[in-house]
């Protein structure tokens, strides 16, 4: 549940990439949030506390740059959300076949409530975000999200620790498409903080 050189919001999840094309030029907008920790529980307790439901904003209504950026920040906020509850259906309905890192969470969610196991931490916290038109011939945005992500542990069902990641800063690349008033996520693909963002995503 680290991200690093290959994608690991999951648990070591692989990167993929949107195949887009050359040096998008940037928009103005930017935004700044940040999203729940994920503590995966049936239950809430003190110790585990519920996590609320992300909730779409307003902007993902647009069909432009600042609505891509709202759905990749969106996004963002649903991945503590399903391992903290398994609800996969938001995160599945956004997500395309071709995505390797969406299709890895959705199984690594899958099997972590099959065998009871928690992971507690990995919170992610979104430091900037910058959105790219799209390019001629291209349907997808590309949408860069600098993002800072806690500690994490994973405990199996008897509460013994399986694994602890470190967690770390990175720059996340979304390839994000929009059909019939809906925002979907075709690839992300993850590089070090400084990443030249005029580069192909």
Known sequence: MVLGAVLGLAGGLAACTSGGGAEP?????????????A?????????????PKPVPPETMARDDVAGAEAAAQYFLELYPYVYATGDLSEWKAMSEPECVFCQSVIDEV??????????TGGGV???????????EGNDYFRVDALVNQAESTHKDKDGSVTKSEPGG???LIFAIGRADGDWSVRAVQVEE???NVNQDA
């Open 169 to 171: 800063e990175n720059l």
């Open 110 to 119: 899958t099997e972590q409530r099959r065998l009871g196991g928690t992971t």
């Open 125 to 135: 916290e979104l430091e900037s975000i910058q959105g790219f038109d799209r390019l």
């Open 25 to 37: 030029e940037p928009s103005t907008s930017s935004g700044v949030t940040s999203a729940p920790t």
């Open 39 to 51: 503590v995966p529980s049936d239950e809430p307790t003190s110790e585990r506390p519920e996590v």
């Open 193 to 195: 903080p400084g990443f």
